[in-house]
């Protein structure tokens, strides 16, 4: 299979789902009809992105991950909503068989949100990134979005300008973003600066040692921590009052029984950074490549890591959007009324 549909006729059914229109009468973003109602309802809903299981991880270990992350949060009252784009339609509750097709797809595209346009426009699938998770979560009305790890600042980037759009993306973007930190492979001393010049709060879960995602501690401090997904929830809450535009990052670190030994990370990263080099590897390229020279490097150790990773941020993700559900529930109470309409946008798809 390819990134690219054989024909119209593959699209899977999306009877019931619901879709912002484009200029063009076609649908811009299909949200399905579960997350639409759920949204609807006040119950929460937590965003999930693709590229965990496009680009991520191996087969057949990327599909099961990928559905075991969905059922993980039903058994938990919350409705998943996996985000990817499917024949070219960026889609808010990617179905099971979309996923199990995405998951088994060659040469699929890595799409940021820079690339949402042309991916739409050619018709193609592909697996989203933070950035575009982020962008489309906010725009179905999605307040939780539970990830791995987070791009960042690439090391030279005083030289090469390699930074992720993840940043950017999420300094304009008022998402709350469940992560173990940044990538291990990345500079996350200039990815913290870059987090406070762009006014986005990190703030720790139950720390204030930075996670560095492979590791509990990365060895760098943050200001604030909360206790609870209630304490979390007041922070988005109080965002949201102020209207300010930015994400919230929650740093989630892993277990440190379930970590890599921090003793063996350096020495794991200079020789993926060392490889890397050898083969000329730069740009979008080199992380894909860099995480899979660790998960040989290491046995397959670091990917047990990364899936563990991802099962306490999308397990701490639900207990937040729980919270903030109570929290909006309550506020309606008091006030008498019903919160706002977070899928105004929304219309009937064709």
Excluded: C
Aim: charged share 20%; hydrophobic share 40%; aromatic share 4%.
């Amino acid at each position: 299979m390819t990134g690219l549909p054989p024909s119209a006729s593959s699209t899977r059914s999306t009877a019931g789902a619901r879709s912002t229109a484009g200029t063009s009468g076609a649908p811009a973003i299909r949200v399905a009809e579960e997350v639409v109602q759920a949204l609807a309802d006040g119950r929460p809903v937590v965003a999930l992105e693709s590229t965990i299981f496009t680009h991520g991880l191996p087969r057949p270990r990327n599909l099961a991950v990928a559905l075991e992350a969905e059922q993980q949060l039903r058994a938990a009252g919350v409705v998943p909503a996996t985000i990817g784009v499917h024949a070219g339609v960026p889609t808010v509750g990617l179905s099971t068989e979309q996923i199990t097709e995405l998951s088994a797809t060659d040469g699929l595209d890595k799409v940021s949100l820079r690339d949402l346009p042309v991916v739409a426009a050619l018709g193609r699938h592909g697996g989203t990134t933070v950035a575009a998770t982020a962008f489309l979560a906010h725009r179905a009305g999605i307040r939780v979005f539970s990830t791995g790890g987070l791009g960042g600042v690439h090391f030279g980037a005083s030289e090469s300008f390699d930074e992720s759009a993840d940043m950017t993306t999420l300094a304009a973007t008022p998402v709350t973003v469940i992560s173990a930190g940044v990538k291990s492979i990345l500079d996350i001393r200039a990815t913290l600066e870059r987090f406070e010049t762009l006014n986005i709060p990190v703030i720790g879960y139950r720390t204030r040692k930075y996670p560095g995602f492979y590791v509990t501690d990365s060895g760098h401090e943050i200001n604030f921590s909360v206790e609870t997904p209630e304490e979390a929830a007041k922070v988005i809450d109080a965002r949201d009052r102020l209207d300010l535009p930015q994400a919230v990052l929650i740093a989630n670190p892993v277990d440190p029984a379930k970590q890599l030994p921090p003793e063996e990370l350096d020495g794991i990263l200079a020789r993926a950074w060392a490889e890397a080099e050898r083969q000329g590897i730069t740009g979008n390229a080199s992380t894909p490549f860099l995480l899979d020279h660790i998960q040989r490097d290491t046995g397959g150790r670091s990917l047990e890591v990364n899936v563990e990773v991802y099962r306490g941020n999308v397990r701490l993700g639900g207990e937040i959007a729980t919270a903030l559900a109570a929290s909006a529930a309550a506020a309606a109470d008091v006030t008498g009324g019903a919160t706002a309409d977070v899928t105004t946008d929304v219309t009937s798809g064709a």
